[in-house]
C-alpha cells in the first residue's frame, strides 16, 4: 500500500498534465513578474543598464519631452562614478488587456544616492505601460512618474485578484486595430475641447473610471474624489494635444501621451503651467474612460 501511494504521488509530480498547465503564470502574472525583474536587475546592476534591457525599442522616456528611450540613453552615457545610486520600487496596481498584449503598472519608489546609504532621500510612484513581444517576452512602452512625499505608510504590494480570469491572452486582432486608435485620438481631443467650455474639472468626472488614479508632483496619487483639487477651479483653461496613442489589440485597453498647457481663461497668453501628459484609458462598454491621468509640468519652451 506504502508503494502504491508513493508510485501515485511521484506520477502526480512528473505527469505534464493538467497540474502543471494550471501553474503556468497568466499573462497579468508574467507582466507583472517582468516588473519585479526590471526593479531587482536595477538593484544588482545598476539603473541605466535595467532600462536598457527592459525598454521596447521604441520606449519612450521624458527627458524632459517625449524621446525614444533607448537612444536617448546610448547618446548620452552616463559619466564615470564610485557610486552605486539605487532606485527601488514595486508595483501596487496591475491590469492588463483581454489580448494580453497590453497592460500597465503602478506603485512606489524611493531613491538613494547609494545602495549602502540608510535612508532614501526621494519618493514617488511610477506609471509604466507594457507590451508583449514577438518573442512572447514583456518591454516597456512608455514609462513616466511623480515625486510626492514620503508616504505615511506602507502601499502594498500587487497581489493576483481572487475573480481574476485566467483565460486572458486569447483574444485576437481586431480588424479595427487601426480605428481604434483613431477613435481614442478623438475621444482626447473632445476631451480637451470640452474642458475648454464645461470646465476641467467637470469634463474629467465624466470621463473618468470609478477607480481612476490621478498623478500630480508634490501630492500622493488620489481617486475620482480628489479631482476638483487635482485639476484645479477658477478662470483657468486647461488643454492639451496628443502626440500618441496606442491600443491593445482586443480594443479594450490603450494610452495616450502629449503636452498640455493651463492658461488665464481671461488672457490665453497667460500660461499658468505647461507639461507633459500621460493616460491610460481603459474602455467600458463602448466608452473610453480613464484610469490613470499622470502631468509632468515642463518650462515652456523658448521662442526664437
Not at 532606485?87 to 488587456?97: G, K, M, N, R, V
Not at 489580448?99 to 512606489?108: E, I, L, R, W
Not at 490621478?214 to 488643454?239: C, E, V
Request: proline share 6%.
Amino acid at each position: 500500500m506504502k508503494k502504491l501511494i508513493c508510485m501515485t504521488l511521484l506520477l502526480g509530480i512528473v505527469s505534464p498534465g493538467l497540474a502543471q498547465k494550471a501553474k503556468e503564470p497568466t499573462a497579468l502574472e508574467s507582466m507583472v513578474a517582468t516588473e519585479l525583474a526590471f526593479a531587482r536587475m536595477a538593484k544588482e546592476q545598476g539603473i541605466r543598464p535595467s532600462f536598457m534591457a527592459f525598454i521596447a525599442e521604441d520606449g519612450i522616456l521624458f527627458r524632459p519631452r517625449a524621446v525614444k528611450g533607448k537612444q536617448w540613453m546610448i547618446d548620452n552615457p552616463l559619466p564615470a562614478s564610485d557610486k552605486h545610486p539605487l532606485l527601488s520600487w514595486y508595483p501596487a496596481i496591475a491590469d492588463i488587456a483581454l489580448a494580453g498584449d497590453m497592460g500597465y503598472t503602478t506603485g512606489p519608489w524611493e531613491f538613494r544616492q547609494d545602495i549602502n546609504d540608510a535612508k532614501a532621500v526621494a519618493f514617488g510612484n511610477f506609471l509604466t505601460v507594457w507590451k508583449r513581444q514577438a518573442d512572447g517576452s514583456w518591454k516597456f512602452a512608455i514609462d513616466l512618474g511623480i515625486s510626492n512625499p514620503q508616504p505615511g505608510e506602507a502601499i502594498q504590494p500587487w497581489q493576483m485578484p481572487h475573480n481574476y480570469l485566467r483565460n486572458v491572452g486569447g483574444t485576437g486582432a481586431g480588424a479595427s486595430h487601426k480605428e481604434d486608435i483613431t477613435a481614442l485620438m478623438d475621444r482626447e481631443r473632445e476631451f480637451s475641447r470640452d474642458s475648454v467650455s464645461r470646465g476641467a474639472r467637470q469634463a474629467f468626472e465624466d470621463r473618468a473610471d470609478r477607480d481612476v488614479r490621478l498623478f500630480r508632483n508634490g501630492q500622493q496619487p488620489a481617486g475620482k474624489a480628489a479631482a476638483g483639487a487635482f485639476l484645479g477651479a477658477g478662470a483657468i483653461n486647461w488643454t492639451w494635444e496628443p502626440a500618441f496613442a496606442d491600443v491593445s489589440r482586443s480594443g479594450d485597453l490603450g494610452y495616450t501621451y502629449g503636452t498640455y498647457r493651463i492658461a488665464s481663461k481671461d488672457a490665453p497668453s497667460n500660461i499658468v503651467e505647461s507639461g507633459n501628459y500621460y493616460r491610460i484609458w481603459k474602455k467600458q462598454g463602448n466608452k473610453w474612460l480613464v484610469v490613470a491621468d499622470l502631468t509632468d509640468p515642463v518650462a515652456e519652451d523658448k521662442k526664437n
